[in-house]
């Protein structure tokens, strides 16, 4: 019964708005204010953290891609109008290309971190 009414509330304030973190209990996954689970800056590896800072600083970036509108076509990210979301390469050490790890950042300065080309994305919280 506990944690049918702990989801419950989650489940609340995610409909509320609320951009506060809620745990699922038992799962120890925590949801973001997007309903997507979170991950913090300092767990991500350091090239994502650099590119974190380029992106805050407006760059300079090396891939033509980076601040490009992300279209949202798998409608993994919460709906927003389309040009909302612009992604950012996060290299890749080792890798041939531009790798598969990105960073998507919404008009409100939202972060969601994908490491595996937009299968699956967090929303980064600090």
């Known amino acids: 019964m506990r944690r049918v009414v702990v989801v419950v509330l ?4 995610l ?3 609320c951009s506060s973190a809620v745990t699922a209990e038992g799962q120890g996954t925590t949801i ?3 309903g997507l689970p979170t991950v913090t800056l300092a767990e991500l590896p350091q090239q994502a953290q650099e590119t974190y800072e380029l992106v805050e600083a407006g760059g300079p970036f090396d891939y033509r891609q980076d601040g490009q509108v ?5 409608r993994l990210l919460p709906a ?3 040009g909302w979301y612009r992604e950012y390469t996060i290299p890749t050490p080792g ?3 531009r ?4 960073f998507v950042v919404g008009g409100d300065t939202t ?3 994908t490491d595996d080309h937009y299968e699956s994305f967090s929303e980064v919280i600090l």
């Open 10 to 13: 989650g489940l609340l304030l």
């Open 15 to 17: 409909l509320a708005g």
């Open 32 to 34: 973001g204010s997007s």
């Open 70 to 74: 992300f279209g949202n076509r798998e």
């Open 80 to 82: 927003a109008e389309y």
């Open 95 to 97: 890798s041939r290309d």
């Open 99 to 102: 790798g598969a790890a990105r």
């Open 111 to 113: 972060f969601f971190y």
